[in-house]
Each structure stands twice: as C-alpha cells, then as structure tokens.
C-alpha cells in the first residue's frame, strides 16, 4: 500500500507543476514579447493587416516585431525584422521604464501585456510568448519534474526487484 501511495505522489508532480504554470501569469519580465495588437495608427494600420503582410510572403509576425528581456535588466526591441533599440529596463510597479541611446520612454504593464507607443504614436501591444501555451520556465519545471518522478519510479522497481530476490 505504501508502494502505490509513493508511486500515486510521483505521478501527480507533473500535474501539480501543470497546474501552477500559467502563462498569464508570469511573475517575472524576462522573456521575449511578441506583437499582439495595434492601435491608435495615424495611418490606421491594424494589426490583422500587418499579419497579412508578413503571411503573404510565409512569415510570422512574432518572428519580425518582439521585445526580448534579459534578466540583467537589458532589452532589445526589434521591429519589422530590425533591430530597434537595445538598452536597459526598469520595471516599478506597472510602469516599465526604457533606456536606449539616451533616451527614456516609459510603457505600461498589465499582466502579460507592454503597450509601447511607437514613434508614429501607435500604441503597440506586446504579449509574453509562451511555448505550447505555458512560459518557457514553465516548461523547463515540467521537465526537471518529469525527471524526479521517472528517477522515483525507477528506484521503486529496482528496490521492488532487490526485495524480490532476498524473499528467493
């Protein structure tokens, strides 16, 4: 009975590792930010049109229009498959405060959500890419969870087998 309580407890990690990882909900800024929506374009671009134009010719969006955060407080920002500006951040409460090429410009945070206003005064709405629906830290936990539940499972069967052979 023990056996199947041990077994049940390892089984259950990835799940319960599953169950606290949501993408939404990401506690820290590191990570890449993919362009998720556009407004307030003077030239009133939407961003279903920008999909279209990047779609026409087989690409993505979010491989040519992202922020990428470091956790040593750097950024880059790279629009339209250029890279935009690189510099520092700081993140203080919901403000976000870039540093790039001396200048300052300051984005709000909400969530998993930067709103940058663009040069042109678009307002740029950039969204925590996630790898198969979950943050990438999320996933490196399942994984190292995964490990610690096959290396428990496998001590079981080899303590189950030693056990085996002392009872012959």
């Known amino acids: 009975m023990k056996k199947i309580k041990t077994l049940t407890l390892l089984l259950l990690i990835p799940v319960l ?5 949501a993408c939404g909900q990401a506690t820290s800024l590191v990570g890449r930010y993919v362009l998720s929506n556009v407004y307030d374009d003077p030239e009133g671009t939407t ?5 279209e134009i990047y779609a ?3 690409l993505k969006i979010t491989d040519y229009m992202y922020f990428e955060f470091q956790s040593d407080a750097r950024f880059t920002l790279v629009l339209f498959g250029d890279e935009e500006a690189n510099g520092t951040y700081v993140l203080d409460g919901k403000t976000l ?3 790039s090429a001396g200048e300052q410009f300051a984005a709000p945070i909400s969530g998993d959500l930067i709103t940058y206003t663009y040069q042109t005064g678009a307002k740029l709405v950039f969204k925590k890419e996630c790898v198969g629906g979950l943050p990438v830290g999320a996933i490196i936990a399942i994984i190292a969870g995964s490990a610690v ?3 428990g ?3 079981l ?3 189950s087998a030693r056990k085996g052979e002392n009872a012959t």
């Open 17 to 21: 590792l599953l169950s606290l990882a």
């Open 47 to 51: 961003f279903a049109e920008l999909e």
């Open 56 to 58: 026409a010719d087989n």
């Open 97 to 99: 405060t870039l540093k």
């Open 149 to 151: 539940v096959l290396a």
């Open 153 to 155: 499972v496998a001590f």
């Open 157 to 159: 069967i080899v303590r």
